[in-house]
């Protein structure tokens, strides 16, 4: 049987949560169909696709159409927002099904925010079937009157087989405490070595930062702030479980978040996690039943949150109900159904029923 010619349009080449998570499923995908990718800039994954064999390019709107020129795909598969003025007509001059995700990236082109009614109309009605990535994309979808091309959930996920899936003994000093986040303003690193800087100094915690630098300016100002304090800077994290191997707590400290893979990777790894409640971190931490959630405003109280968490009972408590929640959450399954839904959409042209379980996340 003939397989089907996928193009896959990623937000970015470089590594953040969205773009993670659309490799992970190119390459779960990868022996069922022939796949191609294209994404406005350049970045890590480039080395991962090119390791499989699929073919990449990374540039503008042109690109695109340059690749629709020379190969007749079979359907697309869009997760970005990058240049779609531009990409509108490329993509609606296209006679195959489009397959849309929705995920948590920002309107770069409207208001800056997960959800623009202006863009998200647009890309909707150019969409045969349109993913989600977590609920409150989806009730944004419906408060802005969008509806009917599909509404499955396609929960983001990881790789529970590459995990070790073990509850934690809970640490001795000093307490590893692991930020694993590209460092930019508003992962607020700066902020949290500011708030630990007594705790830093002595002999009971260490803060860990894993993470692109992709702002420089921050990144000398974390810098700075990171002398005299004891604070590893690990730079970009190719082996997530490499790195929650040797930390004791995942801290989440960001003001703006959707369904974090970090999270994900840190739960399954048996690492106890503390998070805003922003976005979708409440869903995914089943509301402060595995892990310890706090409001963004309070983040003030970390000393206290890290105390309450390092107790004995709590820590083996958070760590195992992090490792069962996150069995839900199998990058696999996820991708197959996201196959299932492509074969669909390439047999009838015609939006597809919900192929995700609409309860995985409950």
């Not at 970045?43 to 990374?58: H, S």
Request: charged residues 20%.
């Amino acid at each position: 049987m003939k397989k089907g010619e996928i193009l896959h349009l990623f937000n970015a080449f470089q590594v953040g949560g969205a773009e993670r998570q659309h490799m992970e499923h190119v390459r779960c995908l990868d022996p069922n169909f022939h796949q191609a990718c294209w994404a406005p800039c350049s970045g890590p994954i480039e080395g991962e696709l090119e390791g499989l064999g699929i073919p990449y390019t990374a540039g503008g709107p042109e690109e695109v159409q340059k690749l629709l020129a020379r190969v007749d795909f079979d359907c697309i598969v869009m997760r970005t927002n990058w240049y779609f003025d531009e990409l509108q007509d490329i993509l609606g001059s296209y006679p195959g099904p489009i397959l849309f995700i929705k995920d948590y990236l920002r309107w770069y082109q409207g208001n800056n925010q997960y959800l623009d009614p202006e863009y998200d109309t647009r890309v909707f009605r150019l969409a045969h079937q349109v993913f989600f990535a977590g609920p409150s994309l989806r009730q944004g979808f419906h408060d802005m009157g969008l509806t009917g091309k599909g509404e499955a959930m396609l929960f983001n996920g990881i790789e529970l087989s590459a995990m070790p899936m073990e509850v934690r003994s809970p640490p001795q000093p000093p307490i590893k405490i692991g930020m694993l986040a590209n460092i930019v303003p508003r992962k607020n690193q700066l902020k949290v070595i500011t708030l630990l800087k007594s705790e830093l100094k002595g002999p009971c915690f260490k803060l860990i930062l894993g993470g692109d630098l992709q702002d420089e300016e921050y990144g000398r100002k974390v810098m700075d702030a990171a002398q005299g304090h004891d604070v590893e800077i690990c730079g970009y994290v190719s082996d997530p479980v490499s790195f929650f191997t040797k930390v004791d707590i995942l801290l989440n400290a960001s003001s703006l978040e959707g369904w974090p893979v970090s999270i994900m990777e840190a739960m399954g790894c048996g690492v106890p996690v503390i998070a805003p409640a922003v976005g979708d971190i409440p869903e995914l931490l089943d509301y402060g039943r595995a892990g310890l959630l706090f409001e963004q405003e309070d983040i003030s109280g970390l000393p206290t949150m890290l105390e309450r968490i390092c107790k004995p009972e709590t820590y083996r408590n958070f760590s195992a109900n992090g490792i069962r929640r996150v069995k839900r959450f199998d990058i696999k399954n996820m991708a197959r159904q996201l196959g299932e839904a492509i074969e669909c959409l390439m047999a009838n042209r015609l939006p597809c029923p919900a192929t995700v379980d609409q309860n995985a996340g409950q």
